[in-house]
T-cell receptor, first 113, second 115 residues
């Protein structure tokens, strides 16, 4: 049982490049989330999904897209990376309702030059 | 609107000392959930505890204890007999029951245990 995994762990992009971050969970959780962590700001929700085939915007969705084609996977895409998207990205999942405990992946450190 | 305040940005204590991390929250909802997460230097976020707004009992888990007081909107975290492995950033987070899918995080407290 690996819990929540994220790939890649590190990535450096040039401005304007695109990339996809992959989150996978093996706990059969319905809910999945993408957060970003910036210094002095805690974590902020980018997008989330309440089940396979569904996605919704969070607090800071601009510049990102997501897809949840399979229950266990949640992809975060950057179509045209900007330096402001330099951050650490965390994926999380929870079993059922919003109030359930969220379990986090190890994070992806992204630098946009 | 909801908010979590962790006023202590950084704390340093000598090993074996007790230390308390403060968390003050704001919400208009009567049903809500409070969490503590630990982020060690390796970077992952480790879940420590979840408490709902109807359960004001304090909790103890080994050297960790949590003091939930609705009267002061606080959910403080105490580490007894601190150890070097406790060095980490600790986040308090809030989630409400209705119409709010996200965890609202505080800005974290960096705890350093000096050997």
């Amino acid at each position: 049982n690996a819990g929540v995994t994220q790939t890649p762990k590190f990535r450096v992009l040039k401005t304007g490049q695109s990339m996809t971050l992959l989150c996978a969970q093996d706990m059969n959780h319905e809910y999945m989330y993408w957060y970003r962590q910036d210094p002095g700001m805690g974590l902020r929700l980018i997008h989330y999904s309440v089940g396979e085939g569904t996605t919704a915007k969070g607090e800071v969705p601009d510049g990102y897209n997501v897809s949840r084609l399979k229950k266990q996977n949640f992809l975060l895409g950057l179509e045209s990376a900007a330096p402001s998207q330099t951050s650490v990205y965390f994926c999380a999942s929870s079993l059922l309702v919003f109030t359930d405990t969220q379990y986090f992946g190890p994070g992806t450190r992204l630098t946009v030059l | 609107a909801q908010k979590v305040t962790q006023a202590q940005t950084e704390i340093s204590v000598v090993e074996k000392e007790d230390v308390t991390l403060d968390c003050v929250y704001e919400t208009r909802d009567t049903t809500y959930y409070l969490f503590w997460y630990k982020q060690p230097p390796s970077g992952e976020l480790v879940f420590l505890i979840r408490r709902n707004s109807f359960d004001e009992q304090n909790e103890i888990s080994g050297r960790y204890s949590w003091n939930f007081q609705k009267s002061t909107s606080s959910f403080n975290f105490t580490i007894t007999a601190s150890q070097v492995v406790d060095s980490a950033v600790y986040f308090c987070a809030l989630r409400t029951n209705f119409g709010n899918e996200k965890l609202t995080f505080g800005t974290g407290t960096r705890l350093t245990i000096i050997p």
